[in-house]
T-cell receptor
Framework: KAGVTQTPRYLIKTRGQQVTLSCSPISGHRSVSWYQQTPGQGLQFLFEYFSETQRNKGNFPGRFSGRQFSNSRSEMNVSTLELGDSALYLC???????????????FGSGTRLTVV | AQRVTQPEKLLSVFKGAPVELKCNYSYSGSPELFWYVQYSRQRLQLLLRHISRESIKGFTADLNKGETSFHLKKPFAQEEDSAMYYCALDEATASKLTFGTGTRLQVTL
């Protein structure tokens, strides 16, 4: 069973630019969530999508957005990049039926974004 | 708001010694708790869920609702246990993990 795939693995962008990161969940997983990992703030929740709908959002500015497609693949977008956006962005997929949580979250390897 | 506290940034033990990584949580509802591990240059991996009450790689963790704790334990540390360990809480009806700041376990000979 293929794991969670994130592309690209590395990105270098300039301040002010925008970036799009992609995540393909495990087949059959309809929930995709995104996290930012930095040395200073640790792992912080960005947002979660289920069946193309954003169900939950963390405390990040509106520059951070996302979407999910009908095949459950998800993208996150960061506009007007700032130096502080440099981080490892992790995607996780999980399988739920209604309120029942079947397995733990499975994480991808992440996309390391460097803003210069 | 929910919170997960891991008081130790670094825990250094000798091979064969017992290990206890501490985790305390704050949550008004019924939490689902996890331990995740991140080995060097590898992705974050699920180690344990409190609901499954299983032992993985010799590690166990018991949820103590009275003390709001979910400490991770292993009776005899191995070198390959050296990694970053994160305790995480999932709200009952939301797919949203709140992580602790992590504890780096260093097992030395």
């Amino acid at each position: 069973k293929a794991g969670v795939t994130q592309t690209p693995r590395y990105l270098i962008k300039t301040r002010g630019q925008q970036v799009t990161l992609s995540c393909s969940p495990i087949s059959g997983h309809r929930s995709v969530s995104w996290y930012q990992q930095t040395p200073g703030q640790g792992l912080q929740f960005l947002f979660e999508y289920f069946s193309e709908t954003q169900r939950n959002k963390g405390n990040f500015p509106g520059r951070f957005s996302g979407r999910q497609f009908s095949n459950s693949r998800s993208e996150m977008n960061v506009s007007t990049l700032e130096l502080g956006d440099s981080a490892l962005y992790l995607c996780a997929s999980s399988f739920r039926t209604g309120d029942h949580f079947i397995y733990g979250y499975t994480f991808g390897s992440g996309t390391r974004l460097t803003v210069v | 708001a929910q919170r997960v506290t891991q008081p130790e940034k670094l825990l250094s033990v000798f091979k064969g010694a017992p290990v206890e990584l501490k985790c305390n949580y704050s949550y008004s509802g019924s939490p689902e708790l996890f331990w995740y591990v991140q080995y060097s240059r590898q992705r974050l991996q699920l180690l344990l869920r409190h609901i499954s009450r299983e032992s993985i790689k010799g590690f166990t963790a018991d949820l103590n609702k009275g003390e709001t704790s979910f400490h991770l334990k292993k009776p005899f540390a191995q070198e390959e246990d050296s990694a970053m360990y994160y305790c995480a809480l999932d709200e009952a009806t939301a797919s949203k993990l709140t992580f602790g700041t992590g504890t780096r376990l260093q097992v030395t000979l």
